[in-house]
């Protein structure tokens, strides 16, 4: 549907407002463009850098793509965040419906990835995406799992099992030895 360089000539060509436009109205083309940029190809990523979403659909598809990009190239991504697109909404796990295996690994990786970012320009980028990685790990897990342990937050032990209270001993009645008969 749409490859980097197509995309990155029609912004050249239409401008952003042009591009924007068709995302938000060819649902096809909205989704390669965001298929393309979540690879975290470079191209992609230049056509993200270049980009300005209209609506806060496009907003969001597109925060969950630089997200998907996070692991594949952190420095790049790292490269992009700040007034355009918020580090708190990019590193902050933005996908929709994840469940604990998912939130666990994928702070895992992104994490690992962006701890090999050594450029010294995106040093404070990168520690504050990594707060926003903890912090929606930590949030994300409590609202999927309640027993999740927060910090300074312990969950509450499993309830111990309830006793339960002794019967009286019957008394025992010696067999009936007298015979009647």
């Known amino acids: ?16 407002a042009s591009v924007a436009k ?3 109205s060819d649902e096809s ?3 390669s463009v965001m298929n393309g940029i979540s690879t975290g190809d470079s191209l992609w990523l230049e056509v993200a850098s270049k980009f300005t979403p209209s609506s806060a659909t496009a907003e969001a598809s ?6 998907s990009a996070l692991p594949r190239s952190p420095a790049r991504v790292l490269a992009l965040l700040g007034d355009k697109y918020p580090i708190e909404e990019v ?3 933005p996908f929709f419906h994840p469940d604990s295996g998912l939130v666990a690994s994928y702070h895992d990786t992104a994490v690992a990835a962006i701890s090999q970012v050594r450029d010294t320009l995106l040093t404070k980028t990168r520690d504050t995406c990594r707060a926003a990685l903890d912090t929606a790990r930590d949030e994300k897990l409590t609202r999927i799992n ?4 927060v910090k300074n937050k312990p969950a509450p032990p499993p309830p111990r099992p309830k006793k339960r209270p002794k019967k009286p001993a019957q008394p025992v009645t010696p ?6 008969g």
């Open 91 to 93: 590193c902050g796990i």
């Open 29 to 31: 083309f909205g989704r």
């Open 22 to 24: 068709r995302v938000d």
């Open 175 to 180: 067999p009936d030895t007298s015979s009647s």
């Open 1 to 16: 549907m749409g490859s980097a360089e197509l995309v990155l000539s029609q912004i050249k060509l239409g401008g952003v």
């Open 146 to 149: 309640p027993a999740y342990v």
């Open 62 to 67: 597109l925060s969950i793509a630089l997200a």
